[in-house]
């Protein structure tokens, strides 16, 4: 218990409750909102308590990072952090458990995962740090070397780490990144089996390959946008002397960026689609409204988030953001983030698989059930989802719109607000309409 000052104290003796100043009192309740709560009540909004997810999770794995040494079967994953960039903390990510880890860190097998799923065994995955310098690429030392090889892996390795500190820390939540647990600086690190993907391999030792071809190769060729990624970040593509440690948040965006655009320039020279189309995926009280129209292409993505919602947990109403591009692209980067370049990848795919052409609006409800971010492969798989599915078909914008309507809970006058793509469709007038369609 706090001391009390004598001035207090002798009020007190005298039967005397003395003022306390403004700073000694709570701002608001909104701060004690968590120790009134307890995990109970739900006070911030939620429909369930995150921090209750995640010391569940914690629970679980407490009693086998007792020690410092750890033994386990690698996904395989690796991490390489952002803060203090250009020095950055690269290392495995190693749960204590052996076989086939593989899911844990493979998030196109993730979809229909229950957000206690994800969080549980991407919390089993400690993370090792080493610093090393993003440019020290061809000398980075021992376990940074390690580290790479295991981003390289085609499966599951055996990792045995030796750790300075016991590993310890909060989970890391982030919509750019997938979860994972505890960390700890890494001493020793010895890989035990394993097997390069020699198509990555490959890509590795050609050091006159740029990183953007490798990309392209890489993807062309069957290998998962997670294996590229994770690659990516621990520089084993590029030129030699411009190889670089690429943060696992910016490598993440920077492969579903690349590989999009290039899908893109397909997309451009495709004939347009002759109807409007509506595909939709809920996963993890996400919705997601893709509507196609015929037309040049242009994209956009609006998300609304709830109040209580990962990324609204104590606003009063709904948050609404949105991004978008026309026919030549975009030349900065989108406002939204990571997210935005994953569901353009998911949607250029599927128009480059039908080789048609498309106008392409994604409407995102996020609802208080999505109670923390779980990457932004989230938006990637949902929207390949989507489009794996027939969509539904109609002759007119206006009906497409009230069928997606009938599938939201924002008011499609919100919606097309906040839409610059909707508005130009619904209300600019174009050339053709004021020609008559001599192809008719």
Wanted: glycine letters at 6%.
């Amino acid at each position: 218990m706090p001391k009390q000052s004598p001035r207090i104290i002798r009020a007190i003796k005298k039967g005397r409750i003395p003022k306390l100043s403004t700073a000694r009192t709570p701002s608001s309740k909104s701060d004690a909102r968590c120790i009134l709560c307890r995990g109970t009540k739900l006070l911030c909004g939620k429909t369930r308590c995150p921090i209750m997810v995640k010391l569940y999770a914690q629970a679980k794995i407490a009693p086998s990072i007792e020690g410092l040494e750890l033994s386990g079967a690698s996904p395989p994953g690796v991490f390489v952090g952002r803060t203090g960039y250009p020095k950055v903390m690269v290392g495995p990510l190693v749960p204590p458990e052996h076989g086939d880890t593989s899911l844990m860190d493979t998030p196109e097998m993730w979809l229909g995962k229950t957000i206690d799923e994800i969080v549980d065994f991407r919390f089993r995955l400690i993370r090792g740090k080493h610093p090393v310098h993003v440019k020290e690429v061809s000398n980075p030392g021992r376990i940074v070397e390690q580290t790479r090889e295991l981003a390289m892996s085609k499966g599951p390795a055996e990792v045995e780490a030796e750790f300075a500190k016991k590993p310890s820390g909060r989970i890391i939540l982030d919509d750019e990144i997938q979860p994972f647990g505890p960390s700890a600086p890494v001493k020793k690190m010895r890989l035990g089996t394993y097997r390069l993907d020699h198509r990555i391999e490959k890509a590795y030792f050609d050091t006159d390959l740029k990183a953007t071809p490798a990309v392209l190769d890489l993807y062309q060729s069957g290998v998962l946008v997670s294996k590229i990624q994770r690659a990516f970040s621990v520089g084993a593509f590029g030129v030699e002397e411009d190889r670089r440690f690429v943060p696992t948040r910016w490598s993440i965006t920077a492969v579903d960026s690349i590989l999009s655009e290039n899908l893109m320039e397909k997309v451009r020279r495709y004939p347009l689609i002759n109807e409007y189309r509506v595909y939709e995926s809920w996963t993890l009280d996400n919705r997601f409204e893709v509507l196609m129209i015929p037309g040049a292409w242009s994209y956009e993505l609006v998300e609304a988030w709830y109040p209580g919602s990962a990324w609204n947990p104590s606003g009063g109403r709904i948050a609404m953001y949105s991004s978008w591009e026309g026919y030549r692209g975009r030349t900065t980067y989108a406002e939204i983030g990571g997210c935005y370049y994953a569901a353009r990848l998911a949607t250029c795919e599927q128009l480059d698989r039908e080789r048609r052409q498309a106008t392409v609006v994604i409407l995102r409800e996020s609802h208080p059930g999505y109670i923390m971010p779980v990457g932004v492969w989230n938006v990637r798989e949902n929207v390949r989802n989507a489009v794996r599915s027939p969509p539904k078909k109609f002759d007119t914008l206006h009906e497409a719109l009230a069928f997606v309507s009938s599938r939201l809970e924002i008011d499609l006058a919100i919606w097309i607000a906040n839409s610059r793509v909707l508005q130009s469709n619904l209300y600019q007038k174009r050339i053709d309409e004021f020609f008559p369609r001599i192809w008719n």
